[in-house]
């Protein structure tokens, strides 16, 4: 798990969150996950 947030903050910009609110930050991490989900799914159907 910790590596997966490691490779977000390297490839996605986790470690840029500057939102204040915590609904606000936890909804970015969140969609962050998700493209990070959506882009694994599409490489093991693609390649």
Known sequence: MA???GHGKRSFGLG????KLAETSGCTVAMNLLVMNLEK???LLLF
């Open 16 to 19: 840029l969150v500057r939102e």
């Open 41 to 43: 799914l599409l490489e």
């Open 3 to 5: 590596g997966k947030f």
